[in-house]
């Protein structure tokens, strides 16, 4: 075996080494102070969360010229007597049910022996374990069995036998009244303490929240004071608005379960209300935690089923309501929070705080994904915990025709479309996306077979879409998809060929009479012939029906077979601007086979200004130039319909380079 010699690493390497080990020596610091000081830490964070519910109150006083101090007071005052309040009915209500649940024990045992009675025969383990415990029993009482006998025991067995015991028995003196004072307040000495301190914190973070803003705004930077200040504002007042919603919708819950569950008549109807409004706090599983409670309940009061079937009924129909209609319209879109972030953080919050971490772990992710949004320091918490893509939509799309799945890129597009065109995502997202193929195929990390697969992919992508119209939506509906959401605020909101005329067959002059009027042909290679097929999707949808051919219909002993029946313009596709002379070569074959034709170069380059895509045009002596798919389409209509020349891409200079033959 040949030993690989050693290879001294670069001073970047080492020190990307000793970040990651600080990070990681931080985090587990991090964790083992947030196990340890979680007596104190607990109720700085319940401090923090009332704070942003109890903010916008505050401010509301504020604006009604009641000082600051004595808002913050009032509010507080307020927040904790209908806390204490809540808490005192829960006590009473689960004192009662603790003094009825002997009287449920009858109902109970006949609806176990009911379900029993009802089952045809025992079976084989159930024969089974009634004979270990016949044999059990037995075996248990073997001084009964002697006695059974009859046998009388000899005077030397009596004499022999050891003394029977005395029994005695230790009292204690009566507690004195001291006693009975100190068992009676020992219990109530953490909570009292624990809540004391919540109170304390929740004031003073009022009060001091600009000075706390200014705090963190140092910690993460005063590089950018402006930007930083008017970020972490605006997360501040969205988390009040977010966390104050989700306390009346899940308080809003649990009236709707009290009420519905004693209209049914499950008794302590208040507190399951109550247990299922903070239950709702956990994603997921906490209203079907809160469930299970009344359910069994009910099974255990009513001799029957009825009283289990409707609780039953209550909570499928109100969850799916509140859930699915009434929090999407009051929200307006998701916390922010991936799925997987969410049960991850609840695992890992529950196993350092128990059950209040379990409560409090939606939250307090919610808090880290926004500092992560607004702070350049720990926008790693956004990437890992958020539910926006880790990768942009081109990268998305890019890697999804990669690796060959364009049924989900079609669903994630027409989640786009509900709020822009179809123009708009291929330019802004699919052809972005090939520009990352064409750079990848460049420097020789795509082969040949790759990029027809990439090319069939788009092609399959391309054919889902058919159907669609290209045009933003007359009724514009909010898309809900985070990677969808993503995309959308990628996109300008000023796209001026996002509204193009459709063009009808009759109207058309008599040379764009032809089957199809417009011949779209890729420049160089099979990514250019991707970007080709979404033109020709576009150009058709508009009224100008389009062919696509691949790039080796351009060659010197392919061009002259071209078909160009009825051809009035031909759109010469490339995505990649760093072969002029290719372009030129390219243009002066079509002008040779097409004298008569258009030939626009659709060159849609990043970073490539209009001078240069002039200066590109000129050289290959094209007739007209576009930056993009949707200028492409808006120069066709302009060429078949002159008349419908629109103002705005006449102030845009998007004028041709020379006259059409």
């Known amino acids: 075996m040949i ?3 050693f290879k001294a690493r670069t001073s970047d390497e080492l020190m990307a080494l000793l970040s990651a080990m600080a990070t990681a020596v931080l985090a587990v610091i991090i964790i083992t102070m947030l196990y340890f000081g979680r007596e104190i830490i607990i109720p700085v964070a319940m401090a923090i969360l009332l704070s942003f519910v109890l903010a916008p109150l505050v401010g509301l006083l504020q604006r009604i010229r009641i000082p600051r101090g004595l808002a913050v007071v009032s509010v507080v005052i307020f927040a904790f007597a209908v806390i204490f309040a809540t808490g005192s009915l829960l006590a009473s209500q689960l004192t009662q049910l603790a003094g009825e649940l002997p009287r449920y024990q009858s109902t109970i045992t006949e609806k176990i022996q009911t379900f029993r009675e009802t089952t045809a025969s025992r079976g084989t383990l159930e024969r089974a374990s009634g004979m270990l415990k016949d044999l059990s029993k037995e075996l248990d009482k073997p001084k009964d069995a002697q006695q059974g006998t009859g046998l009388v025991p000899s005077p030397a067995a009596k004499a022999s036998a050891p003394p029977t015991p005395v029994p005695v028995e230790v009292r204690q003196p009566d507690p004195g009244a001291l006693e009975s004072l100190r068992s009676l307040i020992a219990p109530l000495l953490h909570p009292l303490a624990t809540t004391g301190m919540i109170i304390i914190f929740v004031i003073f973070i009022l009060l001091q929240r600009e000075d706390l803003r200014n705090r963190l705004i140092r910690l993460a930077g005063s590089h950018d004071l402006q930007r930083t200040t008017a970020a972490i504002d605006d997360a501040a007042a969205r988390l009040s608005r977010l966390f104050l919603i989700q306390l009346l919708l899940n308080g809003a819950f649990g009236l709707v379960i009290g009420i519905g569950l004693a209209l049914i008549g499950v008794p302590s109807a208040i507190l399951w209300g109550i247990l299922a409004a903070a239950l709702r ?48 319209m009051v929200y307006g879109q998701s916390t922010g929070l991936s799925p997987v972030a969410v049960v991850a953080s609840a695992t890992f919050w529950t196993a350092l705080w128990g059950p209040i971490g379990l409560v409090l772990a939606t939250p307090l992710t919610v808090c880290l994904v926004v500092l992560g949004r607004h702070v350049e320091r720990l926008e790693f918490l956004d990437i890992i915990l958020g539910d926006r893509p880790a990768l942009s939509p081109p990268e998305i799309f890019y890697q999804r025709m990669l690796a060959g799945d364009p049924t989900e890129a079609s669903e994630k597009a027409e989640e786009f479309l509900k709020e822009r065109s179809l123009s708009s995502y291929y330019d802004e997202i699919a052809v972005k996306g090939l520009q990352l193929a064409q750079a990848d195929a460049e420097r020789g990390a795509l ?9 069939d992919a788009v092609g399959e992508f391309v054919n889902n879409l058919s159907d669609l119209e290209d045009r933003v939506p007359l009724l514009v509906k909010s898309t809900t998809d985070a990677e969808a959401t993503s995309a959308v605020e990628s996109v300008g909101a000023d796209d001026p060929f996002e509204s193009l005329p459709i063009l009808s067959r009759q109207d058309l002059p008599a040379g764009w009479q032809g089957e199809y009027p417009v011949l779209c042909v890729a420049g160089r290679n099979l990514i250019d012939e991707a970007a080709t097929l979404m033109l020709a999707q576009l150009s058709t949808e508009h009224g100008l029906p389009a062919r696509v051919e691949a790039a080796e219909a351009l060659s010197s002993s392919n061009i002259f077979r071209l078909e160009t029946t009825g051809v009035a313009i031909v759109c010469l596709v ?23 034709a258009t030939i626009a ?42 008349e419908l020349n629109s103002v705005a891409v006449l102030k845009d200079g998007l004028l041709p380079t020379t006259t059409a033959a």
């Open 281 to 328: 706090f956990v994603p997921y599983i906490g209203a079907a935690i809160a469930a299970l409670f009344p359910l069994a309940l009910a099974a255990a009061v009513d001799p029957g089923w009825s009283m289990l079937l409707w609780t039953l009924a209550l909570f499928i129909v109100v969850e799916p309501i509140v859930g699915h209609v009434v929090e999407p």
């Open 574 to 596: 490339y995505l990649d601007a760093s072969s002029p002379a290719h372009m030129r070569y390219s243009v002066r074959r079509l002008r040779r086979k097409l004298p008569n």
């Open 601 to 642: 170069l659709i060159c849609p380059v990043p970073e490539t200004d209009r001078a240069t895509l002039q200066q590109l045009g000129d050289g290959a002596k094209a007739d007209l130039v576009a930056a993009s798919l949707g200028e492409a389409v808006q120069i066709c209509i302009d060429a078949a319909r002159p």
């Open 447 to 455: 082969d040949q077979e790759r990029l027809t697969k990439i090319r």
């Open 3 to 5: 030993r690989q010699p």
